[in-house]
């Protein structure tokens, strides 16, 4: 997915947002992660196998065990310690986001893993001051602390200032215009600025992350990106898709069996299946960089 690509499809949501109601909106932005987004991260079990070209049933449900225990850990340790949990998942998907989108255009560089996680933390933290009450209300519920006195925007400051450092320490190994990176930017900026919270964050993680992450799954899984290898990816993802479905609608239709800590543990769950998800987009992109 190009960059121009992304861009007409951001404007399109900020466009459809200043002419619809706030509902519909919302209901949008649940559709896009509720479908693209989980399927993104559905075919993650297929994914560890292929990897590791085991076909041996002892092999494949040791994989899946080991998946399975790496989730409950998260969960436990987010769960109990949520600030803690926090800042460690703030970090990884920054990571992470910064890997989606610069694994194929920085190349051979020491400073890689600098690069990746300085540019997730500049996108959550835009997309935190564009939102920041918002941001502050949902903080407050999951893990009882508040951001609103922190002081976000020379934070921000601080950490454009290294980003931009970086890309020029490490110029001869940047595969992208300097200009156009600050452009897409600005336009996610301008995303985060005109719609709300759910809506920013559904439009970056599905245009900006999840379709240019399944469309690297399906380079890895085929080899070629065409009609047919997109339906055999959806295929497998299919089975994993629904579970995850059935798992999240039965929580949030059954949330009065855990009272009061339903939120908490529902970010809790959400969290601790995508740090696995988070840790094999890791090594897929390595492999393919």
């Known amino acids: 997915m190009s960059s121009k690509v992304k861009i007409i499809a951001t404007v399109f949501i900020i466009w459809i947002t200043l002419y619809s109601f706030k509902d519909i909106e919302n209901i949008i932005a649940g559709m896009l992660i509720l479908t693209v987004g989980l399927v993104h991260g559905a075919c993650d079990i297929t994914l560890t196998l292929t990897k590791l070209d085991t076909s041996l049933l002892k092999h494949r449900l040791i994989i899946i065990l080991l998946y399975v225990a790496v989730a409950i850990l998260s969960f436990t340790v987010i769960y109990n310690l949520p600030i803690i949990g926090f800042i460690v998942f703030l970090c990884i998907s920054s990571y992470h986001f910064g890997e989606q989108h610069f694994h194929k255009k920085i190349i051979n560089s020491n400073l890689v893993f600098f690069h990746f996680l300085i540019y997730g933390m500049v996108v959550f933290l835009l997309m935190i001051i564009a939102n920041k009450e918002s941001v502050n209300d949902i903080l407050l519920t999951l893990i009882g602390n508040e951001i609103i006195k922190l002081p976000i925007q020379p934070i921000l400051y601080v950490i454009s200032g290294i980003m931009l450092f970086l890309w020029a320490l490490d110029f001869k190994n940047l595969q992208f215009s300097v200009f156009k990176e600050l452009f897409n930017l600005l336009i996610i900026y301008v995303l985060f600025?005109?719609?709300?919270?759910?809506?920013?964050?559904?439009?970056?993680?599905?245009?900006?992350?999840?379709?240019?992450?399944?469309?690297?799954?399906?380079?890895?899984?085929?080899?070629?990106?065409?009609?047919?290898?997109?339906?055999?990816?959806?295929?497998?993802?299919?089975?994993?898709?629904?579970?995850?479905?059935?798992?999240?609608?039965?929580?949030?239709?059954?949330?009065?069996?855990?009272?009061?800590?339903?939120?908490?543990?529902?970010?809790?769950?959400?969290?601790?299946?995508?740090?696995?998800?988070?840790?094999?987009?890791?090594?897929?992109?390595?492999?393919?960089?």
């Open 193 to 289: 600025y005109n719609t709300n919270l759910i809506v920013s964050f559904a439009s970056y993680f599905v245009i900006w992350h999840s379709i240019p992450s399944i469309y690297d799954q399906i380079q890895y899984l085929y080899n070629n990106v065409t009609k047919e290898t997109i339906l055999k990816y959806l295929k497998n993802s299919g089975a994993y898709w629904v579970i995850s479905i059935t798992g999240l609608t039965f929580m949030v239709l059954k949330g009065e069996i855990v009272g009061e800590n339903f939120y908490r543990i529902l970010y809790s769950f959400v969290v601790s299946v995508t740090i696995p998800h988070i840790l094999l987009m890791n090594k897929i992109l390595s492999k393919s960089s």
